[in-house]
């Protein structure tokens, strides 16, 4: 019985407490199954076991996203500095009909005050008054505009301006563009921070926006069956992305221009039209932990604003208006794009893994790609490009590339391979420490410059 349980924990026989609250588990769902959780992650907890205790209370959270002593207890088991440790202690404090005890407002300060160099929610300028709960779009657009910290509650939520603050999810929480916005998340001036939220449906224009002078920061956020892009990044502003996901998505998954800056960890693109792509006066890309797959053109494509010779010889290719803007917008600039590309798996994609290009300067490290078509990497345009301790996969055959397999010359004949340089003029590739596994002579060929 669950006094029983109750009575060992609070003799002290933390061991016994635990197997007994294991016990009871049996066919417990939701709230019932969080509590029962929740308590044996105490026992966890005084026995000094951390790890099982934020086990628990990842399973509790999971049977019933609303019940704050599971986010509370979570919060108390992770090491104040953890990438998840901000969220938890947010949760408890906006779910619960109580005000903060004392114990758990010593525990949000030191979280916020570790969250002031975290990837993930920052709480180090937020007083815990300021942190509150919505279960409407109503409620949500009400709340929205006093920097405060708002815990969605499960459910789906519709926004259409402009915004800044700090959004976090707890359980399923869906946020979609109303009639009047091109947008689901919109951000020109300030600080927009989401964490765990997915976005659906579609709109006229990226499912998430940050332009002019905004920063954004997006944590666990999914982007899937989206009908445009996934998130725009344009104009001097910056983005920072940890553990997201972007899935089939008719457009880009991410689109960096005109001055700005993204720096993504362990995300997944999957299935999109483009995984990344940085042009058009594009400032920084960095991407770590990241992995791109079976997108129909490039995983990655990282495009400078320099024209020389070797760019002129290329010739243009029909552009759009957008687009057409965005590189006039970063020639006028001469901006040099400058990207690392460390620790990721890019991998199956129809129009090259990584395509470098127009004076860019890219550095890939410890980063493993593989079957991409036609090139693993293409460097061209007086780039720069050092490639290190990387694995290449290729297989040599046919290139089945639209882009190149028709109406090119020499289409016919290209061949699924490693790094190819092409007319590079005034650029430098360096490969060195890496592993390729397929025809010899097309581990690293060079055709012009």
């Known amino acids: 019985m669950a006094s029983d349980a109750a009575a060992l924990f609070k003799a ?12 009871l588990l049996e066919g417990l769902t939701d709230k019932a199954a969080a509590i029962g959780l929740t308590n044996r992650a105490a026992c966890h907890a005084k026995l000094g076991d951390m790890t099982a205790a934020e086990v628990d209370s990842r399973l509790a959270i999971e049977a019933s996203p609303e019940y704050a002593r599971a986010h509370l207890r979570l919060a108390s088991s992770l090491p104040i500095d953890h990438d998840d440790a901000a969220s938890a202690v947010v949760a408890p404090i906006a779910l619960s009909a109580q005000p903060a005890n004392d114990e ?17 929610l920052r709480l180090d300028h937020m007083d815990i008054s300021r942190v509150t709960s919505v279960a409407t779009t109503i409620e949500l657009n009400d709340a929205l ?10 459910g789906s939520y519709q926004l259409g301006r402009c915004i800044s603050g700090s959004l976090v999810g707890v359980g399923s929480v869906k946020v979609t563009a109303n009639m009047f916005c091109s947008h689901a998340l919109y951000v020109k001036r300030g600080l927009l921070q989401v964490v765990n939220v997915a976005i659906i449906g579609g709109g006229d224009g990226a499912a998430v926006c940050c332009c002019d002078a905004g920063t954004l920061r997006l944590v666990g956020c999914r982007v899937i069956d989206y009908t445009e892009a996934g998130l725009l990044i344009s104009g001097r502003c910056t983005a920072s992305l940890l553990a997201c996901v972007f899935q089939r998505l008719v457009s880009h998954a991410i689109e ?14 999957e299935a999109c039209r483009q995984g990344v792509c940085a042009y058009g006066g594009a400032f920084s890309v960095k991407l770590q932990g990241c992995t791109i797959r079976n997108c129909s053109k490039e995983g990655v494509l990282v495009s400078g604003s320099d024209v020389n010779a ?6 243009k290719k029909k552009q759009t208006p957008v687009t057409e803007r965005a590189e006039a917008w970063g020639r006028e600039r001469r901006l040099t794009l400058t990207s690392s590309i460390t620790d990721c798996t890019i991998s199956h994609n129809g129009n090259f893994g990584i395509s470098i290009d127009y004076g860019a300067q890219v550095v890939v490290q410890r980063c493993a790609l593989q079957m991409n078509d036609p ?15 990387s694995q290449f996969t290729f297989a040599g055959k046919s290139s089945k590339s639209p882009c190149w397999a028709q109406g090119t010359a020499g289409g016919a004949n290209l061949k699924l391979a490693g790094v190819h340089v092409a007319i590079n003029y005034g650029g430098e590739v360096q490969v060195f420490g890496c592993a390729f596994s397929g025809t010899r002579e ?3 060929h060079c055709r012009h410059g």
Do not use: H, M
């Open 104 to 120: 758990t407002q010593v525990l949000y300060q030191a979280i916020a005050s570790a969250s002031a160099s975290s990837r993930a």
């Open 375 to 389: 090139y693993n990497i293409l460097v061209k345009g007086g780039s720069d490009a050092s490639i290190s301790a």
């Open 145 to 154: 505009g006093r920097d405060d910290v708002i815990v969605l509650r499960p």
């Open 12 to 23: 002290g026989n933390f061991a016994a407490a635990a197997a007994a609250y294991g016990s």
């Open 442 to 444: 097309l581990g690293i």
């Open 310 to 315: 070797a760019t002129r010889a290329q010739g």
């Open 256 to 269: 960096v221009r005109e001055g700005a800056s993204v720096d993504a960890c362990d995300c997944r693109l």
